[in-house]
């Protein structure tokens, strides 16, 4: 057998090398696990049957605050199938100092017998059925020693504080002088922004199971990067890396949420502790306490401008909820960072930390709730200089990124701007608010900007040439949804010259090596960039016609060097949303009409799921808008709506016609041209439709979400 | 102390009869889930709030988390492995794909089957919430997006597919209308 011409080599073409092609990137193509999920053969991580399969059900703590006394594990290890009950005093020790961004206090479970927030696992609980699993789980006995315990965020806690800067905190900025020049300010707005407690609620609840197989722990898991897992799981544990391998084919939903979790950890501790395989699943009403969550955020904008609305000061500060337990800080001035430039920029973080679980990111992290605040503080400059909410955009757009003072790679937001107002029919809107009727309904339009950051992080990848004439690509990527299996065939296609359907795809599995995460909208941008030096390699080793032993020929690439060594500038997509709402202002009801977004977001790999994606975003910034929201029970400091029945989220008959669409975005800063598109599609949604609230009743919306009663009592 | 009696029950899933001695506190999810390895079915909350694990009884859409094993003998459970006809997709299932109607694929199996029934409902000229008229001389339901949003509200999806979902479900309802006509 010969190898088909590769790319980088012969442009020669003999009868035994097929044509080279390179159009599947840009061309739509349904998802190579289609039917797969479509006939309920893709297996999730809880899926996989296993023989002598033990299942752990998790004992969460029933206080906010205090001290376990006592684990009454006894009459629950004589009920019937019960296999073991761990907890702080048998379980195995831990590594500390282990975390997916640094030490993270929440990987130590039943370590000890302190209890820093309500819902916290106490004990794992294993039998034989899942049956005996729950009903042992319900029957256990915990007491504890109470202390009083505060879950109630505001932002002017005694307890709030500014971050150390770290990796994930940029540090705050201060340019210019934000107080003289909003006393020399012609219109000013001065607001508070808040929104709510956010969950992730995948479908897919986290699941794992975790056996010991000749000496190596091999892991079925629900996350976002297995590679990453493996390397946390070997830390935690102190155990080889070559030792631990970690899987994660199929991942229903993850949003930010599948990392390194609780179940994950408990699995592996039974695992180890029975010497059996132990699949441990969380319960949706555990997942509201053990894989993070938004946290709440109380921002407040300041805006200073000439009568003409350009920009003399932006002033941000966002203070979000944290926990006493594990830091997490909400980046909420990433928007203010980017998108409008004024004489004095000043942005600043706070945290308060509580006696609650520790947040995590969240889809389009900082992003989602700072574009709320500033978003909306925009149209109501706008309101108040009389200049149209686009126009207002456009004048103040900056030379450089605000924050950083760096160039932009790209920068094609008023390209958005143009081509949504253009569709929504955005000229025809009267800027007055109120001024639209239809039947009981108010209705008006809004708009807001998106902007995420396009970023890129070190991969592996290694590409087998075999001897059918076809190719076996390895990365430890994951799809978690987003099409990326599909995604990375097409560039894999493209890199090599070859037909797409020469190309299989194997990815979510650590023995492939390290890769990013599935997150931050980077997964796809990094892994094309391996996938794509390692067809470079691979031409290398193979020239056309030259003969493929039977195991094949195999290149790998590793793009740390090449991240590492690239210039400095702020690479960003953006975009535009639009949003048409009624509202009935005798109920307070808002009914999204439809919504539409143009995305500047580089090079589009598969057009079907990208628009799927950035669709899937925007109906999340529908859902913040009209409905999410975690509430606090500040008596038992757990949350009063951990079910899906409470804690709502947009259905089906909630979501109207909504329309994604972008426009040419060339950038080469990643060779790929891919700017990352998963979470783009949330920024700006909730302030588009709070935008359009206003225009639809003249009443500012404030506070998320818009619950009826906030409509209502904002009129009275 | 939880009892522990068992119980075996004769199971009809997709058409074949299976014996099988449960716990009686076994939902009919974790039967087919844990004891037949139709993994298809899943579990988004497994409390009657998300639909992810939406069997057909009888016909009729069903939550099976809500349903215990012993009392789904006697009736026939379709399940999203049951929906195809053989190798050939159901065109709710085609449609699925060529809609891009899901992202993570998890709800899917359940929004497959509630669509599947949803078009026997509308065969059976059942009005939804979202009908406007039900009197008789009103006529049958119209398959509008209107009405399959309303009726495929059971079925949470957290990607944010409803968009397609609509689209796919109404293509496989006209295409069914078409085959009736």
Not at chain 1, 677 to 686: D, N, P, W
Request: glycine share 10%; net charge negative; with cysteine.
């Amino acid at each position: 057998m010969t190898a088909p011409s590769l790319p980088i080599t012969s442009t020669t073409t003999t009868e035994s090398t097929p044509t080279r092609t390179n159009d599947a990137v840009g061309a739509a193509n349904t998802r190579v696990e289609g039917i797969a999920k479509v006939t309920g053969q893709a297996r999730y991580a809880g899926d996989i049957p296993f023989a002598e399969l033990a299942y752990g059900w998790l004992v969460l703590s029933t206080v906010a605050r205090g001290r376990i006394r006592s684990i009454d594990a006894e009459p629950v290890l004589a009920m019937s199938g019960v296999l073991a009950v761990l907890h702080h005093g048998n379980a195995p020790r831990l590594q500390p100092g282990v975390g997916l961004m640094g030490p993270d206090a929440s990987t130590l479970l039943l370590q000890d017998d302190r209890v820093p927030y309500r819902g916290w696992p106490v004990a794992l609980v294993v039998a034989e059925t899942i049956e005996q699993a729950r009903a042992a789980a319900e029957a256990l006995v915990v007491t504890y020693d109470e202390e009083p315990h505060d879950v109630v965020f505001t932002a002017d806690h005694p307890a709030a504080h500014t971050p150390e800067p770290s990796r994930l905190v940029q540090p705050d900025v201060e340019r210019g002088d934000v107080e003289a020049e909003l006393a020399a300010s012609a219109v000013v707005v001065d607001e508070e922004y808040t929104t709510p407690e956010q969950y992730h609620n995948a479908m897919e609840p986290h699941a794992a199971m975790a056996r010991w197989e000749n000496g190596r722990l091999e892991v079925v898991d629900a996350n976002q990067g297995s590679h990453a897992v493996a390397q946390l799981l070997a830390a935690l544990f102190s155990l080889d890396l070559d030792s631990v391998r970690v899987r994660s084919e199929h991942v229903g939903g993850a949003f930010g949420s599948k990392g390194f979790n609780a179940h994950l950890i408990l699995a592996v501790m039974a695992a180890t502790q029975l010497d059996r395989p132990v699949r441990v699943v969380l319960t949706r009403r555990q997942m509201f306490s053990l894989v993070g969550y938004r946290p709440a955020t109380a921002q407040r904008v300041r805006l200073g401008a000439d009568a003409d609305g350009r920009l003399r000061a932006l002033d941000h500060e966002s203070v979000s909820l944290s926990s006493a337990h594990q830091q997490f800080v909400e980046a909420s001035t990433r928007h203010s960072r980017a998108l409008y430039g004024a004489d004095a920029l000043r942005v600043r973080t706070k945290v308060v930390p509580l006696d609650v679980g520790a947040p995590s990111f969240m889809r389009a992290p900082g992003w989602t709730p700072g574009s709320f605040a500033v978003e909306s503080a925009m149209d109501e400059l706008a309101e108040k200089s009389g200049e149209d909410p686009i126009r207002l955009r456009v004048r103040n757009e900056p030379a450089v990124a605000p924050g950083s003072g760096l160039p932009f790679s790209s920068r094609n937001v008023i390209a958005c701007y143009e081509e949504g107002a253009r569709r929504f029919g955005w000229a025809d809107r009267d800027p007055r608010p109120g001024t639209r009727r239809d039947g009981r309904w108010s209705l008006g339009l809004g708009m807001a900007a998106s902007a995420h950051s396009a970023g890129v992080a070190p991969a592996t990848a290694s590409i087998t040439a075999e001897a059918d004439g076809t190719f076996t690509v390895r990365i430890a990527a994951a799809d978690i949804g987003t099409g990326a299996r599909t995604a990375l065939i097409l560039i894999a296609a493209d890199a090599l010259g070859v037909p797409q359907e020469s190309v299989r795809m194997k990815i979510a599995d650590s023995d492939f090596g390290p890769a990013f995460l599935a997150g931050g909208s980077m997964g796809t941008t990094s892994w094309a960039w391996a996938i794509t030096e390692a067809a470079v390699a691979l031409s290398k080793k193979v020239l056309p016609g030259d003969p493929i032993p039977p195991e094949g020929i195999t290149a790998k690439a590793d793009t740390t060097e090449l991240v590492g060594g690239r210039e400095q500038l702020e690479s960003l997509g953006f975009g535009a949303q639009f949003a048409e709402v009624a509202v009935d202002v005798t109920t307070g009801e808002v009914r999204v009409r439809r919504m539409l977004g143009i995305f500047a977001v580089g090079r589009i790999v598969n057009p079907l799921t990208a628009r799927s994606q950035l669709i899937g975003g925007m109906t999340w910034g529908l859902s913040m808008a009209l409905h999410e929201g975690g509430v606090r029970d500040t008596a038992s400091g757990g949350l009063a709506n951990a079910d899906l029945a409470a804690y709502h989220y947009a259905s089906n008959a909630d979501v109207p016609v909504i329309e994604a669409d972008w426009v040419d975005d060339p950038d080469t800063y990643n060779p790929s041209g891919i700017k990352g598109l998963g979470e783009i599609g949330i920024v700006g949604g909730a302030a588009a439709i709070a935008n359009a609230v206003w225009h639809a009743t003249g009443v500012r919306q404030r506070a998320l979400p818009l619950r009826l009663d906030r409509v209502l009592g904002a009129g009275a | 102390m939880a009892s522990t009696r068992t119980t075996t029950i004769s199971l009809r899933v997709n058409g074949e009869t299976h014996s099988l001695t449960v716990d009686n506190r076994t939902t009919l999810l974790d039967a087919l889930r844990e004891r037949l390895d139709l993994t298809g079915t899943k579990k988004g909350c497994d409390q009657g709030q998300c639909g992810a694990c939406t069997v057909l009884l009888d016909g009729r859409r069903a939550n099976s988390c809500l349903q215990l094993a012993v009392a789904a003998e006697g009736r026939e459970v379709t399940t999203v492995e049951g929906v195809s006809d053989g190798e050939r997709l159901h065109p709710v299932q085609q449609a699925f794909l060529d809609f891009d109607a899901y992202q993570c694929g998890y709800c899917t199996p359940g929004q497959i089957c509630s669509a599947v029934a949803v078009i026997e409902e509308f065969a059976a000229e059942w009005p939804s919430a979202a009908t406007a008229d039900v009197r008789p001389e009103a006529g049958p339901p119209k398959v509008s997006e209107e009405e399959i949003r309303e009726r495929m509200s059971g079925n949470l999806c957290r990607c944010g597919a409803y968009v397609s979902i609509v689209r796919a479900v109404t293509e496989a309802a006209e295409a069914a209308k078409r085959v009736t006509a």
